[in-house]
């Protein structure tokens, strides 16, 4: 079993700012995969940025990054130059299970962009 | 858009009703995921099915069962319908395992 922890229900920054959202998790497995997902007020989930473990390098996407620290089991998001579109849910998962698994959740962190 | 269609959009419904929900995958991905996301539990995977064979099944109850058919769209039946099972159904779909996950816009069950 995996679990993935969110330990910030809630998050206001500026607009323009960079802000950073926190996850950890615990899974047994060796080979799994990280993802930060965002939903807005549209409720549609969508994927923002995937990091394998097996990769050393952490993942980038435009204004958006990740801090993987594999011995702490610490994925953080990090947003850069942020947007009031960018006012959603965001949702840290992991995935694992060799392929017979679904994504398990944490209880993600509200980030409103305030303008 | 996610290339992953639900259908219907908004299902409201009785308690001890049955109701299917549809899902089609983006075209080529093998994987179909259900996942369920309520207030309380918050976002809970439910079954997994890969290229017509079920694969993985997590917090599914025994009420719930689902099929992913030759064309490799999906349907989770709900059934014997509880005030607790109002929630926002997602599919999501993968062309393999281990790979990323897109999700539907969701159906959104009310059972009254």
């Known amino acids: 079993a995996q679990t993935v922890t969110q330990s910030q229900p809630e998050m206001s920054v500026q607009e323009a700012e960079t802000v950073t959202l926190s996850c950890t998790y615990d899974t047994s497995e060796s080979n799994y995969y990280l993802f930060w997902y965002k939903q807005p007020p549209s409720r549609q989930m969508i994927l923002v940025i995937r990091q394998e473990a097996y990769k050393q390098q952490n993942a980038t996407e435009n204004r958006f990054s990740v801090n993987f620290q594999k011995a702490a089991k610490s994925f953080s998001l990090k947003i850069s130059d942020s947007q009031l579109g960018d006012t959603a849910m965001y949702f840290c998962?992991?995935?694992?299970?060799?392929?017979?698994?679904?994504?398990?959740f944490g209880k993600g962190t509200h980030l409103i962009i305030q303008p | 858009d996610s290339g992953v269609t639900q259908t219907p959009k908004h299902l409201i419904t009785a308690t001890g009703q049955r109701v299917t929900l549809r899902c089609s995958p983006r075209?080529?991905?093998?994987?179909v995921y259900w996942y369920q996301q309520s207030l309380d539990q918050g976002l809970q995977f439910l079954i997994q099915y890969y290229n017509g064979e079920e694969r993985a099944k997590g917090n599914i109850l025994e009420r719930f069962s689902a099929q992913q058919f030759p064309d490799l769209h999906s349907e989770l039946n709900l059934s014997s319908l509880e005030l607790g099972d109002s929630a926002l159904y997602f599919c999501a779909s993968s062309p393999l395992w281990g790979e990323s996950q897109f999700f539907g816009p969701g159906t959104r069950l009310t059972v009254l």
């Open positions: 075209s080529g991905d093998l994987s």
């Open positions: 998962a992991c995935y694992s299970g060799g392929g017979a698994d679904g994504l398990t």
